[in-house]
């Protein structure tokens, strides 16, 4: 558990490699502020490869979701963190162009970095549950009750990390939109 708990202070960057580099997006972290003490919170990276197929600008969660096949979306669970008494978090992931290897909720793909719009959501766990830190920790899921799932997320997704007594919920998106002239 020290580990654990030494980790809360954890910086870092989250990049989608290429699209930053060709989108000339400097994105040095995400963070965020939140109430809690020894909360778990997970980020998510979402990838529409397609943003052209949604019904508004920016794309919402039911474009996402309801046309993945169509926008060619990608979800995959990115990074996770306990907050601490100060209410900051720290996230830090790296997701390359090409196959998501770990979780992919829609098996698409993170195929077009220059054109994709990109969500990074997230998830608040709920209390941490010690004995479960490191599934709360790098799984969607984990320790969330069935219930409070969005029921439009894929199987996939409400399979990833042993459901729980918390309810879980999506707190805070920034949303990062190709440069389409």
Known sequence: MEAVLGALATCGLFVYEAAAAEMDIVLTSATTTVQGTFDVRGLTGEADNNPEVC????????????????????????????????????????????????????????????????????????????????????TYGAGCTDESLPAPFPDTAKADGEPGPNACALVQVAIFQPDIE
């Not at 996402?64 to 669970?77: D, I, N």
């Not at 959501?121 to 549950?129: F, Q, R």
Request: with cysteine; charged share 20%; hydrophobic share 40%.
């Open 55 to 138: 019904e508004a600008s920016p794309c919402s969660g039911a474009d996402f979701v309801g046309k993945a096949t169509e926008a060619q979306t990608e979800v995959a669970y990115t990074n996770g963190v306990i907050i601490d008494e100060s209410g900051e978090a720290h996230f830090a992931a790296y997701l390359p162009v090409g196959e998501v290897i770990d979780d992919p909720w829609f098996g698409n793909g993170f195929t077009n970095p220059s054109g994709a719009e990109i969500h990074l959501v997230i998830n608040d766990h709920g209390p941490l549950i010690p004995e479960r830190a490191g599934e709360m920790l790098n």
